[in-house]
């Protein structure tokens, strides 16, 4: 067998088995919003029509012509991959969809050849890591789905995942606003000084991308006032103990500064998915994770 018709099988493979993990996996309700996985070609086509108002036209990335003709944000990933979907039941069609994850775990890294923070981040030692490893990217909320309850109950939804999988540590790339790294310079070096990761889990810049984040010392700037105007996902990563890798990577066609950022999830400890289960409950929130933990 070739290694093109190699790969191809084990691609086949990994599917089925997503697509079972899929139909089997997380639903957690609240009122008219639903978080769960993607489990057809039509949810895909949804979360990727998401995307694409989001990034594309929100935030002014550039699309390929062939995006920019379906409307829809994609990559060759997208198809091995397991998507987390808030969705609107008070909403119909593609738009139903407001908000989203994309999660990459070891065996779709494998079936592909790599991870998707790959291009831009030396993330070997993470890929050494002996525990069960999670890529998370491609997050985004619809404008008008931005508020409390929307990111709480996706973060549910990442930590029901994360112990179905009995995942060790999370990892990808979060963004900061634009492209000019002097502008970003405080919050740059705020995540250099105060939160970068430990060596033998520091993912790295790409050497022909490495934008420095070493921009400023501490004392010519405020700590408390730079670590609070910093992105919510990224807040989000660093109140789970989360840290950073060093440089950051300028990605021109998102227009944004990018940082790779490292969760262990022993961080978010028994007690607090216990806590978080709990709330669930009392505010009448119906959580159903997986079998298997």
């Known amino acids: ?13 990994f599917e089925s088995r997503a697509a079972l993990d899929a139909a089997d996996a997380i639903d957690v309700r609240r009122g008219a919003l639903q978080v769960r996985l993607a489990r057809s070609e039509a949810d895909i086509d949804a979360v990727q029509a998401l995307r694409y108002r989001v990034f594309y036209d929100e935030m002014g990335a550039t699309p390929t012509p062939e995006m920019a003709r379906h409307k829809r944000d994609f990559d060759e990933f997208d198809r091995i991959c397991d998507h987390l979907m808030a969705i609107d039941l008070t909403r119909e069609g593609p738009e139903a969809v407001v908000g989203t994850y994309r999660y990459i775990r070891r065996p779709a890294a494998q079936a592909m050849g790599r991870f998707y923070s790959e291009s831009e981040f030396d ?47 999370m990892f990808g790339c979060a963004s900061l606003p634009g492209i000019d790294p002097e502008a970003l310079a405080v919050p740059l070096s705020h995540l250099y000084h105060r939160h970068l990761a430990p060596p033998e889990l520091r993912p790295r810049a790409l050497a022909e991308r490495y934008v420095e984040m070493n921009r400023l010392p501490e004392s010519a700037y405020d700590p408390e ?13 660093l109140r789970l103990g989360g840290f ?49 933990r």
């Open 123 to 169: 993330v070997s030692k993470i890929v050494a890591f002996p525990g069960e490893i999670l890529e998370l990217g491609r997050s985004c909320v619809d404008a008008r789905a931005r508020n409390n309850t929307t990111l709480q109950m996706m973060w549910q939804g990442n930590s029901a995942y994360v112990f179905h999988h009995k995942i060790d540590l």
């Open 1 to 13: 067998m070739s290694e093109a018709a190699s790969s191809r099988l084990a691609l086949d493979r």
């Open 244 to 292: 950073v890798g060093a440089g950051a990577v300028i990605d021109h066609q998102f227009n944004t500064t990018d940082v790779s950022v490292v969760v262990k999830c022993d961080q978010v400890s028994e007690k607090y998915y216990r806590h978080y289960v709990r709330r669930a409950k009392d505010a009448g929130v119906t959580w159903e994770p997986a079998k298997g």
């Open 225 to 237: 006032k730079a670590g609070a105007e910093l992105p919510p996902l990224i807040k989000g990563y």
